[in-house]
């Protein structure tokens, strides 16, 4: 059975940073693309990193230069680095494994304080 699961949310003040981790287990043999999505409350979730099988990462606009997505050296886990965090950074920050339909972690809070 996959399991996705972030971790690294927080509490940090304006123009700080965070390193968000997703790290999936089951029985999978292959390397599979995966995002980074959030939603803040009374939006709609958002694609804000999404990184493919070969390693290579595609950012949302607002995120470009501030972001950045990486895949760690076990197969299938990833890093979100985030920097220069704004309030409107707060949000559930979810990780997408793109298998199948995908499967989805339970999320990580980050609230950025101004």
């Known amino acids: 059975q996959v399991q996705v699961v972030e971790s690294g949310g927080g509490l940090v003040q304006t123009g700080g940073s965070l390193v968000l981790s997703c790290v999936v287990s089951g029985n999978i043999f292959l390397v599979y693309g995966m995002g980074w999505y959030r939603q803040a409350p009374g939006k709609q979730r958002e694609l804000v990193a999404r990184i493919g099988r070969d390693g290579s990462a595609e950012y949302s606009d607002s995120e470009k230069g501030r972001f950045t997505m990486s895949r760690g050296s076990v197969n299938n886990t990833a890093y979100l680095q985030m920097h220069s965090l704004k309030p409107e950074d707060t949000a559930v920050y979810y990780c997408?494994?793109?298998?199948?339909?995908?499967?989805w972690g339970q999320g990580t809070q980050v609230t950025v304080s101004s």
């Open positions: 997408n494994l793109e298998l199948g339909n995908g499967y």
